[in-house]
């Protein structure tokens, strides 16, 4: 049954997005907890959607991803009214209102630079397109790579980084190179115009704070995992 202290689906007549101002508003109020709870209610919400579920209140979405229903709650309340209290969510309006603070209602350019086995990995992976990231090039610096065509992107040659850039002007740049590469083909990354990276290189990029950088690191996430399950015994 649905909590009572939820929000009311929304009326199908009632513009469910936010504006772009608003989007902004909200992701600047947002810590950076709640963008992770958000995206992991967004992959819930979209699975939700394809399997017919019109409507979710905070207790099921907040079992879905391990929190509480009042953090759910805290946390939507965020992306600004997007319902009355009463009885759930309108799954089709959160994803709007979540995916326009998260930028995914945006059409993202990203390129990868590196593709060896975890490059390739990401070519070929089709989770991406959905929330609105297009890879539309690739490089490498490995003459057997270039020119070959994975996940139906071409390889071209990392020489040719900087017509890439001005090719396609990408917002958004995957860096899977190794880590001594790493440092200096963000510089030219950042001279080229992008704005995000993606890192996956086990190094601290030392960039302007106008560049915004996530770093992912398996292995800092099984040390941390390694902790976790240690602190339960
Ligand atoms: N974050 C993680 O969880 C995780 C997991 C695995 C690997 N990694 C890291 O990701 C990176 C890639 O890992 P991998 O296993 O695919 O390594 P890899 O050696 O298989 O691939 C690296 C690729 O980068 C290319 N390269 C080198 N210099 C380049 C340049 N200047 N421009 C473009 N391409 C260049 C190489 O030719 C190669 O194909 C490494 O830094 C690795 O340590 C991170």
Same mark, same amino acid.
């Given at each position: 049954? =649905?909590?009572?202290?939820?929000?009311? #689906?929304?009326?199908?007549?009632?513009? =469910?997005?936010?504006?772009?101002?608003?989007?902004?508003?909200?992701?600047?109020?947002? #810590?950076? #907890?709640?963008?992770? !709870? $958000?995206?992991? %209610? %967004?992959?819930?919400?979209? !699975? $939700?959607?394809?399997?017919?579920?019109?409507?979710?209140?905070?207790?099921?979405?907040?079992?879905?991803?391990?929190?509480? #229903?009042?953090?759910? !709650?805290?946390?939507?309340?965020?992306?600004?009214?997007?319902?009355?209290?009463?009885?759930?969510?309108?799954?089709e309006l959160l994803i709007e209102a979540i995916g326009g603070v998260l930028g995914s209602g945006h059409q993202w350019q990203v390129i990868l630079v590196g593709v060896g086995s975890l490059g390739d990995a990401l070519l070929r992976y089709r989770g991406f397109e959905r929330l609105g990231f297009r890879l539309v090039s690739a490089l490498d610096a490995n003459p057997d790579r270039i020119g070959t065509s994975i996940g139906g992107v071409r390889v071209r040659d990392a020489s040719e980084l900087a017509q890439v850039l001005s090719d396609f002007s990408p917002d958004l740049a995957i860096l899977a190179v190794p880590a001594e590469k790493a440092g200096e083909v963000a510089g030219e990354l950042v001279a080229g115009g992008i704005t995000g990276i993606l890192n996956f290189a086990p190094t601290t990029l030392r960039l302007s704070s106008a560049i915004a950088v996530v770093n992912v690191d398996l292995a800092s996430e099984l040390q941390r995992l390694a902790f976790s399950v240690q602190q339960r015994k």
């Open positions: 049954m =649905p909590d009572s202290s939820d929000a009311a #689906p929304i009326p199908d007549d009632e513009s =469910p997005s936010l504006s772009a101002s608003d989007a902004a508003i909200s992701r600047r109020n947002l #810590p950076e #907890p709640a963008v992770g !709870r $958000l995206s992991l %209610y %967004y992959r819930e919400l979209y !699975r $939700l959607r394809d399997a017919g579920t019109h409507s979710i209140n905070s207790r099921e979405l907040g079992k879905l991803v391990n929190v509480s #229903p009042a953090v759910v !709650r805290r946390d939507l309340s965020a992306l600004g009214t997007i319902g009355r209290r009463g009885v759930g969510y309108t799954v």
